[in-house]
């Protein structure tokens, strides 16, 4: 009787070998539970209150310029044609947003006023106001966008971000020296002009 080449039990020992690795694997996997799904991601929520005074011809921002508040103030203003006035109270938030509001108040000839404090993004806001004014005790705060060695942050470069909002302020006529001072300020520490710096500057278009 002629030998069977070695190759052929080589062979057979390893199909045997790869049958009885794949039992195993399914009996494994047959007895493992399924993941549970991932849980529904709730978005937090808006960490600002936008509220319709009771005549309806003003509305009241409070909190953070937050993501959302663009788009809430336009369903409001749809609903109540009649708001001409745009109230603050913020300490800023997300400058994109506050970019949309200032499309929103042009659009529909809404003045701002402030009768408590407005800085940063806020600052902004009521900057794009048609008519602009402070309470006598009311503070509003600027500063600059500059970072320290003039680091960027992915694509985001803080000096064309700045412009943008400087062209903001010169189309409302603000003056212009008084707008190489916001571009010249650091982001730290917020800066108060008095209010006799704002009405001379253009920044307030009354009393």
């Known amino acids: 009787m002629s030998e069977r080449p070695i190759d052929i039990y080589v062979l057979r020992g390893l199909l045997t070998a790869a049958l009885i690795g794949l039992t195993v694997v399914g009996f494994a996997m047959a007895r493992t539970e399924p993941a549970p799904p991932l849980p529904p991601r709730i978005p937090a929520p808006a960490q600002f209150d936008l509220v319709v005074q009771p005549d309806a011809q003003a509305f009241r921002l409070s909190g953070m310029v937050d993501f959302g508040l663009t788009a809430e103030m336009r369903q409001l203003v749809a609903k109540h044609p009649r708001i001409k006035r ?3 109270d913020s300490h800023g938030g997300y400058i994109a947003e506050a970019r949309g509001v200032v499309t929103v108040l042009q659009a529909h000839g ?45 694509m985001i470069d803080p000096a064309v971000e700045m412009q943008r909002d400087l062209a903001i302020y010169r189309a409302q006529s603000i003056d212009e020296e008084f707008i190489d001072r916001i571009a010249a300020l650091p982001r730290t ?7 006799a710096e704002l009405r001379a500057s253009g920044f307030l278009t009354h009393p």
Do not use: K, N
């Not at 408590?116 to 309470?135: N, W």
């Not at 520490?189 to 209010?195: L, Q, S």
């Open 189 to 195: 520490p917020m800066w108060y002009p008095d209010h």
């Open 86 to 88: 745009l109230i603050l």
């Open 110 to 154: 809404i003045a701002t006023h402030v009768d408590g404090h407005c800085a940063s993004a806020c600052a902004l806001i009521f900057a794009g106001g048609t008519t602009r004014t402070l309470a006598p005790e009311a503070q509003l705060g600027l500063h600059g966008y500059r970072l320290r060695q003039e680091r960027h942050f992915g």
